[in-house]
């Protein structure tokens, strides 16, 4: 697509339940990759997808939290057993190819609300 | 481990003012860094990425400056306009660009 897509929008859902949040990536972009945004932690990495290679998951803050990404596309990112602290908004990111002095394109968001 | 901070943390200012706007970062083990605005709402557009091995780069009436050694980063916005409100945010790369990102700046600039 144009641009990278997240969806849903916005996710309200109630302590305990699991949650999916969905990115698309820029077309022919092979590096992905996941932020959290939280009023007390600002702006984290998460999670990150560079082709076939296996995931940086160094930042995810527990084992309650997992993604992948299927085809070398799409990914989704699950929150399993939800606790109102994974109140946030939830960025995705792509670029061409993961080098170090590539500019990332990040999607809207997804804000969810643990309640 | 790499922090990042950003002074000020708001700041206001009358349309046509220039403005400075503060980065630093605690290693200066980086490939790059870069400098986001991010409207209320909405996810973040990037605005100027810095290669570690250059000292700044240009676009339009945006000039960030990078010295490494330092720490230091800013961002200066010539001629502010009331469409340039919004959070800035700078950010550090490291070699799979992992960003790491500072605390922002909330930018008014009244008309």
């Known amino acids: 697509g144009a641009g990278v897509s997240q969806s849903p929008s916005n996710k309200v859902t109630e302590k305990g339940k699991d949650v999916e949040l969905r990115c698309d990536p820029i077309?022919?972009?092979?590096?992905l990759y996941w932020y959290r945004q939280s009023l007390g932690q600002g702006l984290e990495f998460l999670i990150y997808?560079?082709?076939?290679?296996?995931?940086?998951k160094s930042g995810l803050p527990s084992d309650r939290f997992s993604a992948e990404r299927t085809g070398g596309s799409v990914s989704t990112l699950t929150i399993q057993r939800t606790q109102q602290e994974d109140s946030a908004v939830y960025l995705c990111?792509?670029?061409?190819?993961?080098?170090?002095?590539?500019?990332?394109?990040f999607g809207p968001g997804t804000r969810l609300l643990v309640l | 481990k790499q922090e990042v901070t950003q002074i000020p943390a708001a700041l206001s200012v009358p349309e046509g003012e220039n403005l400075v706007l503060n980065c630093s970062f605690t290693?200066?083990?980086?490939?790059?860094l870069q400098w986001f605005r991010q409207d209320p709402g909405k996810g973040l557009t990037s605005l100027l990425l810095?290669?570690?091995?250059?000292r700044e780069q240009t676009s339009g009436r945006l000039n960030a400056s990078l010295d490494k050694s330092s720490g230091r980063s800013t961002l200066y916005i010539a001629a502010s306009q009331p469409g340039d409100s919004a959070t800035y945010l700078c950010?550090?790369?490291?070699?799979?660009?992992?960003?790491?990102f500072g605390t922002g700046t909330l930018l008014a600039v009244q008309p």
């Open positions: 990111a792509s670029s061409v190819s993961g080098g170090a002095v590539e500019t990332q394109y």
């Open positions: 077309s022919g972009h092979t590096a």
């Open positions: 997808f560079q082709g076939n290679s296996a995931p940086d």
């Open positions: 290693d200066s083990a980086i490939y790059n």
């Open positions: 810095i290669q570690s091995s250059q």
């Open positions: 950010a550090v790369g490291g070699a799979t660009n992992k960003l790491i």
